[in-house]
């Protein structure tokens, strides 16, 4: 690793990398007491590989960990049709028709009320005008007469139970 061969040739290698040969005296003479680490004579180098396999280690993490750039696909301004419609047995009657091209919708859409009415509504939109809509009913409201709910009868009374003594 370069910064550490740099590091270790300008200020020397730090005082846990201190190499002592065992020939020479490591006491001081005066106090007896250890001036130094005693090392084996290739533990700085074990040391610096050491730290160069961990800083390649963790340089390969953060590049793999990187995400790759992907250019954003071109695109194609929206276009579809659809239309439905559904009637079943409940009376339900409505269906649905729209189509665009780029910022052009346009379509209708239509519903049977249940005051018997048929409504359309045909819509269009241009760009960022909103919907703009027209609304048509087809036929007269029917109301029918009011009729009274059926009235039930008086609940049903319970005897007790007959006691056997």
């Known amino acids: 690793c370069f910064a550490t061969?740099?590091?270790?040739?300008?200020?020397?290698?730090?005082?846990?990398?201190?190499?002592?040969?065992?020939?020479?005296?490591?006491?001081?003479?005066?106090?007896?007491?250890?001036?130094?680490?005693?090392?084996?004579?290739?533990?700085?180098?074990?040391?610096?590989?050491t730290v160069q396999i961990i800083v390649l280690a963790a340089l390969v993490v953060v590049t793999l960990?990187?995400?790759?750039?992907?250019?954003?696909?071109?695109?194609d301004p929206p276009r579809y049709d659809f239309n439905y419609a559904v009637k079943d047995y409940n009376g339900n009657d409505f269906g649905h028709q729209e189509s665009r091209d780029g910022y052009n919708t346009e379509g209708n859409y239509y519903v049977q009320l249940p005051d018997?009415?048929?409504?359309?509504?045909?819509?269009?939109v241009n760009g960022d005008s909103g919907f703009?809509?027209?609304?048509?009913?087809?036929?007269?409201?029917?109301?029918p007469a009011y009729q009274p709910s059926p009235s039930y009868g008086p609940s049903p009374s319970y005897q007790p139970e007959p006691s056997y003594g």
């Open 65 to 75: 960990a990187r995400p790759d750039y992907v250019p954003p696909s071109p695109v």
């Open 5 to 49: 061969c740099f590091y270790c040739h300008i200020v020397g290698p730090p005082p846990f990398m201190s190499v002592l040969s065992p020939s020479e005296d490591v006491r001081d003479s005066k106090t007896k007491q250890s001036r130094g680490i005693t090392a084996p004579p290739n533990m700085a180098q074990k040391v610096h590989t």
């Open 116 to 124: 018997g009415r048929l409504e359309r509504v045909n819509y269009y």
């Open 132 to 143: 703009v809509a027209q609304v048509e009913y087809e036929g007269e409201a029917q109301y």
